[in-house]
């Protein structure tokens, strides 16, 4: 980080605290005027685990039945982040006995205690529109049996916050951040006594967020799925509390939830869950239908690509791909080097993913979740198709990401054809990857195929120098497919195949007529809400680009259905703390 840089969020934090202390003197409201329904969803395993004593955020798991919750030892600042923002509060609502509310309860009151004079990483504006949706959604369940004295200080409190807001929300990072803090002020606005005045400007400036932020496509800079759907989440809820008040959305506030749901649709996956890419995971279970519902937008999701996917889908099947070149600047982040990686799911269950982002692993999970090879889809030795920037803030963001990725979809003469392109390997090696997708219109099988070639005589001389520095062995390359961890693999028919076995029962076998070795290899799964990485498998073929063309053909086939009569309803495993 630049000395400039790091003075400018050393001076943010600063005015972040002088307001919060400000508005720690402010006059407080004494109650609601109206309250928006509660719609936020949490997760009864997490609550349970709540209850039990049992703290895991951020990936850290903290047990210790006893200690207050602002008591315990933060592992890290991302663990402090998570409580901070309350999100926590859904979990215990979930489970909603006495036990939890008396919990959620003692957790407020400490957090107002110590925090609630504006201490604390907690006051900055994303942290406190988030915190402000999950005080006002369970107000009935954190208040119920309270005396007078502990509601003067919940209202108190959220007069404050709503008040820091106000001064603050401008400053949340552009995109998400922004969006949870407009959605707490508008939230805060239309529910307090007094505090009225700053729904009008909370308005108008998420008006102004949704044009700048909401692309044509329905997308957002990032490319995060997991993030459109939260971005989709607070717009739906913001929505609905102006309506519930008598109030109208801004035209440009309705128009970006229109964008967003059918391009949500495309990155469904049969399961319900979202493509896992850029940083994204699969989303609650069933958040995403139960976000699609609330906005009761009914468009399907269009033709061509959604935020720079492409979707097929037939019979039980969907598969999708990354068919755009990946977000660059501060968009880039999170983002990985993952275009042309595709996923596979079959009903209920996944059977062909991306690794996942390692964020809630630390550091070195995050940057290995990001390569290339942590994604199905092709990387030459020791390369992805783009690179993590080399120190200071650009360290994290993603240079020498591909430029050109054509894509075209089309109609097969037994299905639906993806194909694509990108120019990732072009300065390194002079190659293009290029890739098809074909399935068939019953779902049950995909063919593809994969292309290293050399388009010009620029990329044939990088290709030519690349191949006198292997001493003519030739560019290796690795084709992977990586599997979800329910997925049991095994070597079949001497190697010259693999076969897939699905909870369901589905069995699914992988082959390949390319010259090149095939094999079965470890690999995992970065999933969150975990302690550690999940053992998972991945399919392998390796070989080496010794000609300006390299072709490598391979398919997945469906061999045998779910058993008659059986229905693939078995829930996932809740949310575990001892893997």
């Known amino acids: 980080m630049s000395n400039s840089e790091s003075f400018t969020a050393r001076r943010t934090r600063w005015m972040h605290r002088v307001y919060a202390w400000a508005s720690a003197m402010a006059r407080p409201a004494t109650g609601f005027v109206s309250q928006p329904e509660p719609r936020t969803i949490g997760s009864f395993a997490r609550g349970r685990q709540l209850v039990a004593g049992n703290f895991l955020f951020a990936g850290h798991l903290v047990e210790d039945t ?61 942290l406190t529109g988030r915190r402000i949706i999950r005080w006002i959604n369970h107000a009935i369940f954190l208040l119920r049996a309270q005396d007078k004295e502990i509601s003067d200080a919940f209202y108190r409190s959220l007069a404050q916050q709503t008040i820091f807001l106000g001064h603050r929300w401008h400053k949340a990072t552009p995109g998400l951040p922004r969006f ?18 700053h729904v009008a400007p909370a308005v108008a400036a998420l008006e102004k967020e949704c044009r700048g932020q909401v692309d044509a496509q329905g997308g957002i800079p990032t490319r995060n799925p997991e993030e459109l759907l939260e971005v989709f989440t607070l717009l739906t809820w913001a929505a609905a509390a102006l309506g519930e008040a008598g109030m109208a959305a801004g035209d440009q506030h309705l128009a970006a939830i229109e964008r967003i749901a059918p391009t949500l649709r495309t990155l469904r996956h049969s399961d319900g869950g979202l493509a896992r890419f850029h940083g994204g995971g699969r989303g609650l279970e069933g958040r995403l239908d139960h976000a699609l519902a609330a906005s009761g937008v009914k468009r399907r999701q269009p033709d061509g690509l959604s935020m720079g996917y492409a979707r097929l889908s037939a019979g039980r099947t969907s598969v999708i791909v990354d068919a755009s070149a990946p977000p660059r600047g501060r968009a880039s982040f999170n983002a990985h080097a993952s275009t042309l990686a595709f996923e596979l799911t079959s009903g209920r269950r996944p059977l062909v993913v991306n690794c996942g982002s390692g964020i809630s692993f630390g550091e070195e999970w995050q940057r290995a979740g990001r390569a290339t090879p942590s994604h199905s889809t092709l990387s030459l030795e020791g390369y992805s198709s783009a690179r993590l920037g080399s120190n200071g803030v650009r360290a994290q963001m993603l240079v020498d990401a591909p430029k050109e990725v054509p894509i075209e979809m089309s109609q097969a003469p037994d299905g639906i054809r993806f194909q694509g392109g990108h120019d990732g390997y072009v300065r390194t090696h002079g ?149």
Do not use: C
């Not at 933060?74 to 909603?96: N, R």
């Open 180 to 197: 949870e803090a407009l959605t707490g002020l508008i939230y805060a606005g239309l529910s307090l006594e007094g505090m009225e005045r």
């Open 431 to 579: 190659l293009t990857h290029a890739r098809t997708l074909e399935l068939t219109f019953d779902g049950r099988g995909i063919a593809g195929e994969d292309i290293l070639v050399a388009l010009d005589d620029v990329g044939k001389r990088r290709f030519d120098e690349a191949m006198e520095a292997s001493r003519l062995q030739g560019v290796p390359f690795q084709l992977r497919f990586h599997l979800h961890p329910e997925v049991d693999a095994a070597v079949d028919m001497g190697g010259a195949a693999i076969s897939l076995v699905l909870k369901s029962g589905e069995l699914w076998v992988f082959r390949t007529d390319s010259d090149t070795l095939v094999s079965l290899e470890n690999s995992v799964y970065l999933e969150k809400g975990r302690l550690k990485p999940r053992a998972a498998q991945q399919i392998v073929l390796v070989g080496r680009a010794v000609e300006y063309a390299t072709r490598m053909r391979w398919s997945i086939s469906k061999t045998q259905e779910t058993a008659i009569g059986i229905r693939d309803l078995k829930p996932d495993r809740p949310i575990e703390v001892d893997d």
């Open 66 to 126: 006893q200690a207050d919750m602002w008591e315990i030892q933060m592992p890290d600042a991302g663990f402090e982040e998570e409580l901070h923002g309350f999100i926590w509060l859904d979990d215990l609502a979930a489970v909603g006995d006495l036990d939890a509310r008396r919990r959620a309860q003692a957790w407020l009151r400490g957090w107002i205690a110590l925090y609630g004079n504006g201490r604390g990483m907690g006051w900055t504006p994303e």
